[in-house]
């Protein structure tokens, strides 16, 4: 018997290898042939295939690059990989260092950063026709990279706030732009990391000026469209930006002035360069040809940058060349002491980033009783070594075992930092949670309310939502053009609106995000309480007050605490607020410091990463105990029956005040954001009102029917959290039976090793997975990194715990004497699984599955260190369009998704409630 158990157990370990390590093989389709023009077939000859291009500019202007150059090559697919220049770069070298660079086509910032890949060898060399006309500064003389447009940076001033006009990059460090300032970050923006080098290096400037910025408040975002945003918005009044973004900003209405200072503005060239391993060399250089061709330039012109060919008009607004006073510096000394001038930058601004390399570490396990330990192995694979990996890499050096890393990152202020704002936010936000879960708990158990069913779907509203898209929301809510603006601009005395983007904002947003886990599971021991305990204290003399304390609050005591515990452990994994609301503000916690480590260094980073896994590790595993140990408390009221009744009767007028108390509590913080968010992406153009003349459906339109990779992001999540559910509905079910029927060592051994992914906070278990799937052994690299299907391994290995506990729960309810019962009939266990165990499972099996097809769906913690191109999902479109900032857009795609969520919420409990009437015979008053 034991043997046919680990056999099972096999089998399921089996399913997950087989369901999660196949590799995407790519092929270039071939499509039917397109009749050209007669002058067009002998230079379109041959030019086909897939080609994968990397670059930092705007979604908008890398997609409509892409379509002219296919309209030009029908037979060549472009896919499109977009973030900051420092990702950028990060992902290449991930890539590097895993086997192969996946990208053909580079175009990002700076002609620094190419040169720093020159002399790494991942260039390759072409000598384009279409370089005469571009001026030879701006082209490589060996060929690897050649200029696309001059892009200069320059200030952006809100004209509605600032009514004399600046000359001077130092009116930032002045008096009159205190706290008012905001420019992006060299460890985000190329164009930003170049900024540093030139300016730091001119005499009008030096690393004084940027000291005197940090006194003056000057607030540090990632890219340069969040510094657009911030100004035409009216949330600053300054801002270091590149100019075309403000020069088309104003065209479109918002009251934005471009000022270009009169000491001068670093200038970059957005250069185009093919990488070295390409797979596609005739497309890659007829897309170069086509960038810096007449065609090419025109298209930079209409998107409104200064054109770099010579003989080209310049766009409105803008400079020509031969206008501007370029600041500039030696490129080989800028590429030299790049690393050490963004240390330097992040010493003044408080961001520590360093780079390191380090060895991965391997681990074995020894087997003694081989079908138990070969069924535990094969389980590892996926949930154990991986972590072990990260441990592994903390630990090692060149030279092998060391404390070196840990030796340094635990000497570093930032790090201290990090781990400060972490906990306090964490804590912070797990007592607003714990205030509001146990209020309402307790509201709703015990007194006669009305429409309660209605009010708990409002309160779960908030945790069923992605946690990212509803910051969104309350960013929109309390926006310059939002409604808590509106209404204290009609009071009489002069207020400011509470900023988001602080501590206070991390911690309000989070704590009201997760208190529906408080509410969870204290509303259901304050149900289990016997009633008669109450009677008997009152009937002893007890007043409403010692009942209170002494009875309901002590025995309510353990099932509050662990929903406090859940609700930290779910703050401390939670990515989405902080990077969205934290990073603007320069507010790092230990999720995010490890995000941003990853995506500006890569592979370099990955020691220091990995030590930063383990701290917060080490504090996600002491509150997973402390909530073990709590919930072993909690058993004693397992065996109570809930009992749904009232308990307190409340006057009519006292009762209906509270219901409105409750009612307006539950709308503002549920729905009333989204609306808002859903109307603010309405607005064409930042930092305009509200009103009728400035709606418009543009936002809505660009993200269903322009950019095409919102679509496909909407696939990729739909199709990988079926193939999730799916996976994790057969393994986790037979997982927990085995679980479930034979109570052994080995069977908690599993249970333990499915649980431990999901215990860690998800940022330290994408790197994990990163660790793992690079080379899972030495010298075999499967090509997982960079794929779908690294993604689908993590989400297996992350979410599988969720359908085991829901089967498992499932399991429970059946008596086991049914299917022993039918085993003595004579029934096989095909025939006691379909007509007896699956139609009693079913409705809990399939809550596990909905819970995790929901959560893996709009997942974008593990996905934010793990996508690539071709596999965006929902979770990353979103953040990508919110670090470009381009917030219209990221919040038109998150109404989208909540309306889809919603949707199919009611749809699920329409089905839910005609499965109960139609199969279960249950009536509503029996459900």
């Not at 270091?240 to 088309?248: I, P, S, T």
């Not at 930079?300 to 607004?317: H, K, M, Q």
């Not at 909905?850 to 260190?865: C, K, P, R």
């Amino acid at each position: 018997m034991r043997k046919y158990m680990w056999v099972m157990i096999l089998l399921c370990a089996a399913l997950l290898f087989a369901g999660c390590s196949q590799s995407e093989e790519s092929s270039a389709s071939q499509e039917q042939d397109h009749e050209a023009p007669d002058t067009q077939v002998e230079e379109r000859a041959g030019v086909s295939g897939i080609l994968h291009f990397y670059t930092s500019q705007p979604d908008e202007d890398a997609q409509a690059l892409v379509e002219a150059f296919t309209a030009h090559y029908p037979e060549v697919q472009v896919d499109i990989f977009r973030s900051g220049t420092e990702e950028v770069i990060a992902k290449i070298q991930a890539e590097h260092m895993a086997g192969g660079i996946q990208a053909d086509v580079l175009l990002v910032a700076d002609a620094v950063t190419f040169e720093s890949l020159k002399e790494e060898g991942l260039l390759l060399a072409y000598h384009s026709s279409q370089a005469a006309d571009i001026p030879a500064e701006f082209v490589d003389p060996d060929g690897y990279y050649y200029g696309t447009k001059v892009i200069t940076t320059a200030m952006a001033v809100n004209s509605n706030l600032v009514t004399e006009m600046p000359s001077s990059w130092h009116v930032l460090s002045s008096e009159e732009a205190r706290g008012k300032g905001i420019m992006p970050s060299p460890f985000y923006s190329g164009a930003a990391a170049y900024n540093v080098g030139v300016m730091s290096r001119n005499d009008a400037f030096g690393w004084d000026f940027f000291e005197a910025l940090k006194a003056n408040d000057m607030t540090v975002t990632q890219g340069n469209g969040g510094v657009l945003q911030a100004v035409a918005s009216g949330e600053k009044a300054y801002g270091v930006v590149v100019d075309f973004l403000v020069a088309r900003a104003k065209q479109e209405g918002s009251p934005v002035e471009l000022i270009y200072p009169e000491e001068g503005v670093p200038a970059i060239t957005e250069p185009i360069g093919i990488v070295h391993n390409t797979e596609n060399i005739t497309a890659a250089q007829a897309f170069v040809d086509f960038v810096l061709s007449e065609q090419g330039q025109q298209l930079a012109v209409r998107l409104g940058y200064t054109p770099i060919r010579s003989g080209l008009s310049t766009p409105e607004g803008l400079k020509s060349v031969d206008e501007l006073n370029i600041l500039t510096a030696d490129i080989s000394e800028l590429y030299q002491y790049r690393e050490q001038d963004k240390q330097q930058f992040g010493n003044i601004f408080g961001q520590q980033y360093l780079a390191h390399q380090a060895e991965e570490g391997e681990r074995t396990m020894y087997s003694k009783r081989w079908w138990p330990l070969a069924g535990l192995l094969l389980i590892g694979i996926f949930f154990v070594i991986p972590v072990l990996r990260l441990i592994g890499l903390s630990f090692t050096a060149d030279e092998g075992l060391t404390l070196a890393h840990y030796s340094q990152i635990l000497q570093e202020a930032a790090t201290w930092t990090a781990v400060k704002n972490t906990l306090f936010i964490v804590l912070g936000a797990t007592g607003v949670s714990v205030c509001l879960g146990v209020t309402i708990a307790w509201a709703v158990a015990y007194l006669n309310l009305r429409h309660k069913k209605w009010m708990q779907l409002f309160i779960f509203l908030p945790f069923i939502i992605p946690s990212y898209i509803t910051t969104l929301a309350w960013v929109q809510f309390f926006g310059t053009n939002g409604p808590v603006q509106a209404a204290v601009s009609w009071l009489p005395w002069e207020l400011n609106v509470p900023s988001l983007y602080s501590m206070g904002g991390i911690i309000f947003v989070m704590g009201l995000s997760h208190y529906p886990l408080v509410y969870l599971l204290t509303v259901d021991v304050l149900r289990r309480i016997p009633r008669e305990l109450e009677q008997a204290a009152r009937t002893s003399g007890a007043g409403q007050k010692l009942v209170m304390t002494k009875i309901i609050f002590s025995m309510a005591l353990p099932g509050i605490v662990s929903g406090g515990m859940l609700a930290f452990l779910t703050n401390l994994d939670n990515f989405g607020i902080p990077a969205f609301l934290g990073i603007p503000a320069n507010i790092r916690v230990l999720s995010t410091y490890i995000y941003e480590q990853v995506a500006a260094f890569g592979p370099a980073a990955f020691s220091r990463t990995a030590v930063l896994s383990v701290l917060l590790g080490i504090i996600a595993l002491i509150g997973t105990l402390l909530q073990w140990l709590l919930l072993k408390r909690n058993r004693i009221t397992e065996t109570v029956k809930p009992d749904p009744e009232s308990r307190i009767f409340l006057a009519s007028s006292c009762r209906r005040l509270i219901e409105l108390f409750m009612w307006g509590f539950l709308l503002t913080t549920s729905l009333v954001p989204l609306l808002t968010m859903a109307a603010t992406a309405l607005i064409k153009a930042y930092g305009l009102d509200f009103s009728l003349a400035n709606l418009s459906f543009k936002n809505y339109h660009y993200v269903l029917f322009k950019d095409p990779k919102t679509l496909a992001a909407l696939k990729n999540s739909v199709k990988l959290a079926l193939s999730t559910a799916a996976i994790c509905v057969l393994a986790g079910t037979v997982l927990a039976y085995l679980r479930h029927k034979y109570h052994s060592l080995w069977t908690k051994a599993a249970e333990m090793m499915v649980t431990l992914p999901y215990v860690l906070p998800g940022t330290v278990l994408a790197l994990c997975m990163i660790l793992a799937w690079m080379e899972p052994v030495p010298g075999w690299n499967p090509g997982l990194y960079g794929t779908i299907w690294l993604l689908l391994i993590a989400y297996v290995t992350r979410f599988l715990i969720l359908q085991l506990r829901a089967s498992y729960a499932a399991l429970t309810q059946v008596d086991v004497s049914i299917e022993e019962a039918a085993r003595t009939a004579g029934a096989s266990a095909l025939t006691r699984w379909k007509n007896i165990m699956l139609p009693l499972l079913l409705p809990g099996v399939l809550a596990g599955v909905v819970l995790v097809f929901l959560t893996a769906l709009t997942e974008l913690t593990v996905s934010s260190l793990l996508w690539s191109s071709g596999a965006e999902t929902i979770g990353v479109i979103i953040f990508s369009y919110e670090q470009a900032g381009y917030t219209p857009y990221s919040t038109a795609f998150s109404s989208l998704i909540v309306a889809v969520i919603l949707s199919g919420g009611v749809a699920f409990m329409a089905a839910d409630k005609l499965w109960r009437r139609k199969v279960l015979k249950q009536n509503d008053s029996a459900s």
